[in-house]
């Protein structure tokens, strides 16, 4: 294996900080490429209680709630967002390109229930910093979808970005004039930074709930019995002693050159001394100004250090392939870490 070494380098574009600046400290908008879902009907209810990891029999009308939708056998079919727009009305929210999938899935089972599923025209603009926590009300109603199509209001938290998402038909003219409208590069740094698993990356059919560090957020231990249960109830039995863990990887200083190329890093394998397979792939990665370095979000095997060393390889094909990268893998979020 060759030395570790440095990589192509290319500077931040000054936008993408200001960007950036403006999604961690001041008011920062994205719209999201979100799927979203009615269900709705006399059994809206009880047929999600039953389908539905987390415990919606709290979720008052406007607010929402994250949860999980799983195969019969445990495995994640999607990470959801469940917002309860009335008593038999609900709204699921997916990452774009799912929702065909959780409407089968919930399809699935609905056999003699009252409950209609259907993809829906909404809107998902988020906001972000601290300029936009004064949009989520203290009332239980706060942005509850009316005739005139105004877009629920959801607060949106998750290790330590905080902020809104604006969920409706009229999401977008709901913006505050003073909102910078921020690009993707960006938006995947706060993402990285954060921890957040999305769709498609971190989280696909192969994963388990405890292996992104989603059973606190999304999984109710108290509730009745839904699909999927019994593996989740094992693992939690035995510690969710899991293969693998969703950690960050932060590259080596660049020296003052500026960073890794992103791209580059995308299906890199890890390794670490002694061991001759890889023990773990990068999942995502951004060029992260809150830690002033390439970073990414990477299993890695329950045997592995962490806090502690390990070497990028990127996969072949890329611009870097055969040239390995010291990093360190450290535990999420990446501020604060």
Known sequence: MAEPGRTTVEVPDPEVIEDY?????????RRLDRDVLSVSGPDAFDYLQGQCSQDLAGLVVGRSVDSLVLEP??????????ARIAEDNFMIDVEGGFGDVVAQRLSRFRLRSKVTIEATSAVCVALRGPDALSMAGPGDAEGVLDQDGDPLTLPFSWHGTEGVDLLGPGAEDAVPADARWCGGESWEALRVEAGIPVMGRELDGRTIAAEAGLLERTVSFTKGCYTGQELIARLDARGNRVARRLCGVVLADDGGEGPHRRGDLLGSALVVEARAEPVGSVTSAAWCPGVGAVAGLAYLHRSVEVPGPVTVVPPDGSSTSGVPLTAEARTLPLLGS
């Open 21 to 29: 600046r403006a999604l961690r400290h001041g008011l920062g908008a």
């Open 73 to 82: 056998d445990g495995k994640l079919c999607a990470l959801v967002r469940v």
